[in-house]
């Protein structure tokens, strides 16, 4: 049997304080869930597929003057179905600041498992802003820009005082076109946000840009690098439930003592996935 170079136990606090620190620095870090909406299905690695259905709708109601079933009509439902990816990221937390923290010297160091924490979150968003693509080229999983039903193309760059409400306006109507309709949400990159926030009409001396942009969307413009610089995309709000992030196993961790080291193995790990059940829900902006 191989003798532990350090005490063979690892405290429960120890663990326990490892998963907050490791759920909190995730948590902070993400953004996608504020996008859309969550959608717990368990709490299991062995959910490795989502099944649904996608609904064509109903011809438009008749009018007439007495009732009749000539509008009688039924739903269609298309079934689809996704493989559900595990996201993770494995650290290490080495044996002789484990024995430091048992003997009270320091506090357990958690911050290397934070920071896997923080490339699992990362990855979520990454995934589910744009999805994944193994070759780089030919999208495995379709993120919510890549899934939008349609494209706002014209060069409409935020640096130029004006063209931020342009495109947007364009895009509202592209959206409201497929009788879908506001509150939207706005996502940017921090380099078009920037632009749009310090713009101001009139010459500079009219309403803030930013303003009017908030008003005609009835919704939140939000900020991340995930979106990539020169892009951005309009979507419904969560609360219309049009799109989701599919979630399998919620961000967990696991962790293994290393009898010969004394380091404590881990990987911060979940299974999630987006998934957009109306496309038309979303339009990109592909040239600001």
């Known amino acids: 049997m191989v003798q532990p170079i350090y005490g063979p136990a690892i405290p429960a606090e120890f663990i326990e304080k490892i998963r907050k620190d490791v759920i909190v620095s995730a948590r902070r870090q ?8 969550v959608r717990p299905i368990g709490n299991s690695l062995g959910i490795q597929t989502w099944v649904y ?19 009688e009509d039924v739903i269609g439902l298309n079934r689809s179905s996704v493989n559900i990816p595990v996201l993770h990221k494995e650290f290490k937390i080495t044996g002789r600041d484990l024995e430091a923290a048992k003997l009270g010297g320091f506090p357990i160091t958690t ?31 379709n993120g919510f820009y890549k899934s939008a039903g349609s494209s706002i193309d014209e060069d409409y760059d935020f640096g130029t ?4 409400l342009k495109a947007v306006a364009a895009a509202v109507n592209e959206v409201q076109g497929n009788e879908i309709y506001p509150p939207f949400n706005l996502i940017l990159n921090p380099v078009q946000a920037t632009e749009l926030n310090v713009s101001i009409l009139g010459s500079g001396v009219g309403p803030s840009e930013y303003t009017m942009v908030k008003g005609l ?25 049009h799109h989701e992030i599919v979630v399998a196993k919620d961000l967990d961790t696991q962790t293994k003592l290393d009898d ?13 996935i987006p998934v957009v059940y109306e496309s038309d829900a979303i339009c990109t902006l592909t040239n600001i």
């Open 217 to 241: 969307i009835g919704g939140e413009i939000i900020t991340t690098p995930y979106q990539t610089a020169g892009t951005g995309m309009l979507m419904t709000v969560p609360e219309a439930g």
């Open 30 to 37: 993400n953004i996608v869930r504020r996008l859309t909406k």
């Open 111 to 141: 911050q290397t498992a934070q920071s896997a924490a923080y490339k699992v979150a990362n990855l979520e968003n990454q995934v589910g802003i744009y999805g994944y693509a193994a070759d780089d080229t030919n999208y495995d999983i």
């Open 260 to 272: 010969w080291s004394g380091d404590l193995k881990g990987r911060v790990y979940e299974a999630v």
């Open 161 to 164: 005082t004006g063209n931020a």
């Open 53 to 71: 259905d996608k609904s064509t709708e109903v011809s438009d109601a008749e009018l007439s003057w007495a009732l009749t079933d000539i509008g």
